[in-house]
């Protein structure tokens, strides 16, 4: 990754966490008042092991999931690279009372900025597409992983990115590629109308990719899932099914939208 990559990415999220910070998306007085950010698929996994354990939560945005972790037990710390981000991580997690150590770091460089290792490692949702090489992101995850220690993760489908949601059709590759896409968004997934056009660099990469890299960490995999479904009504055009429950409406039952893993280090 070159690092016109990583600060053109850091000023687009900064300037997204000013826009989501007030979105219904992220319904932020509800979770205030004590509902949780995590979805069904993440509480199912994690919810009653959590508790008394050190959590690592990367690419943590402004830190819901870390919040909501730390409400279920753990001590947690999180990472973005946003230092927007994190600065309302830290005021949430101070008008809350609760204890989560929130970092400023991109993925690569976070050996340099955090020490000691954790029970478990989260992330979720989106993260994957903003890191290119995920030998180098696997190999954090196992610096940061106590042994014996469980790393989490739900993300999107990789054949779910190869859709392109606005013209219907498969747009982008499966395969991994050295160069990044570049595109300039309009909005963001959380309000589409929001007034924000910001050029953005992203990479795709193959179920094979994510599973190799891990592997090669010496991981053990203890669970995988595929689910026909997004919990968050974040892509275009897509139709609510049920509670939490979001799909391409003409790719019902045809493609995954969201996998999980489970790997024991």
Known sequence: MKQKHIDTNRVLWDKKTAIH?????????GFLKGETSLKEIEISALKDRVKGKSVLHLQCHFGQDSLSLARLGAKVTGVDFSEVSIGLGRSLNEELGLDVKFVVSDIYSLPENLSGQFDFIFTSYGVLTWLPDLDRWA??????????GTFYMAEFHPTLYMYDHHNHKIGYRYFDHTDPYEEVEQGTYADANADIAQREYFWSHSLATVFQ????????????QEFDFSPYNCFPHMEEVGPERFVYGDLINRMPHVFSIEMKK
Not at 21 to 29: G, P, Q, T, V, W
């Open 139 to 148: 190999s954090v995850v196992s610096h940061f992983l106590n042994p014996g």
């Open 21 to 29: 910070k007030d979105a219904e998306f992220y319904n932020l007085k």
């Open 213 to 224: 890299s891990l592997l090669k960490q010496k991981f053990q995999v203890i669970d995988f």
